[in-house]
């Protein structure tokens, strides 16, 4: 992700979350907390028992995620040196030195670039938040005489990685109409184009649909039937490389346990066959598939 794409999808979770935005520049936002994002990102975890044992008015934190750390700073100091500037030129300043003016309240200041700490946590918040939705796509127009029909999709974003030594994955956005069994590829973007509300609107029904379970059962077959396609190469090369790791430490070990001494030889062996061990769990290919998150979308019908 680059600077944008962090700050936008901040600036998303943020207004999703009620915050008051105090300041937003390009490289940075102040923000004052709502309390439902103090509770996830600040982990009071004793202040928020605490405001629920005793009733007391939460007081939120302010923090100024940073998205470019280098600008920030530089700002920071212009900014900083045009203040003493302006305190300087006081009568006060000129008699008895710099006086600081009276700034804002203080604020916690967390680097959001990728790879932070904080980022890191904002995208595991957002994700077990996330991870199970139930959306109705909005009606351009509602009809008071006759009622809008829809059907139900489950939508399902796999993750597929292809593990050894090294290691890259694959995102599947796959959707299945719970009408008719019609799967469909790229689901996530399909649903970003259309206006969807987690409230069913009014004067509107949803048409039959199969179990849940046969769903599932065939988005599964759909993404192993993908992942049995994909080119092998990168498991026979893996395979190459771990042979060429067994053969070296074959190698090395053979010289060491013929030198060893006989009360020593079980020791050495252990050794070895712990390395073995260690060698085939980090090159041996492995394919998981993981479920990032789903939902169900009731989509407007193409004869409504």
């Keep these: 992700m680059n600077k944008q794409q962090v700050d936008q999808f901040v600036m998303r979770y943020l207004e999703s979350k009620q915050c008051h935005i105090i300041e937003k520049g390009s490289d940075h936002v102040v923000v004052q907390l709502s309390p439902e994002a103090d509770r996830e990102l600040t982990n009071r975890h004793y202040y928020w028992n605490?405001?629920?044992?005793?009733?007391?008015?939460?007081?939120?934190?302010?923090?100024?995620?940073?998205?470019?750390?280098?600008?920030?700073?530089?700002?920071?100091?212009?900014?900083k040196e045009k203040e003493n500037k302006m305190n300087t030129d006081t009568i006060l300043g000129r008699y008895l030195g710099i006086t600081p003016l009276a700034g804002p309240q203080r604020t916690i200041q967390q680097d959001m670039t990728f790879g932070s700490i904080k980022l890191e946590q904002l995208f595991q918040?957002?994700?077990?938040?996330?991870?199970y939705i139930n959306l109705y796509e909005v009606p351009s127009e509602t009809s008071v005489s006759e009622s809008t029909a829809y059907m139900s999709w489950l939508g399902v974003n796999f993750k597929v990685e292809f593990t050894s030594d090294l290691k890259r994955s694959e995102i599947h956005s796959l959707g299945i109409c719970l009408s008719t069994g019609?799967?469909?590829?790229?689901?996530?973007?399909?649903?970003?184009?259309?206006?969807?509300?987690?409230?069913?609107?009014?004067?509107t029904h949803i048409r039959p649909t199969i179990s849940l379970e046969r769903a599932v059962s065939e988005l599964q077959k759909y993404i192993i039937q993908k992942v049995k396609?994909?080119?092998?190469?990168?498991?026979?090369?893996?395979?190459?490389?771990?042979?060429?790791?067994?053969?070296?430490?074959?190698?090395y070990y053979k010289d060491l346990i013929a030198a060893a001494e006989e009360e020593d030889k079980q020791e050495v062996e252990g050794l070895f066959e712990n390395r073995l061990q260690e060698i085939k769990r980090q090159y041996e290919p492995k394919i998981q598939v993981s479920v990032i998150n789903c939902g169900f979308f009731s989509l407007l019908c193409d004869d409504h």
């Design 182 to 203: 019609e799967i469909q590829t790229d689901f996530h973007h399909t649903a970003l184009q259309m206006k969807l509300t987690t409230k069913m609107p009014p004067n």
């Design 125 to 131: 918040v957002v994700q077990q938040k996330g991870k």
């Design 229 to 251: 396609v994909v080119d092998q190469k990168w498991a026979l090369d893996a395979h190459d490389r771990l042979n060429e790791e067994i053969l070296r430490i074959q190698t």
């Design 50 to 79: 605490f405001v629920e044992r005793t009733g007391a008015s939460p007081e939120t934190m302010r923090l100024t995620f940073v998205f470019d750390m280098e600008k920030y700073e530089q700002a920071k100091a212009k900014n």
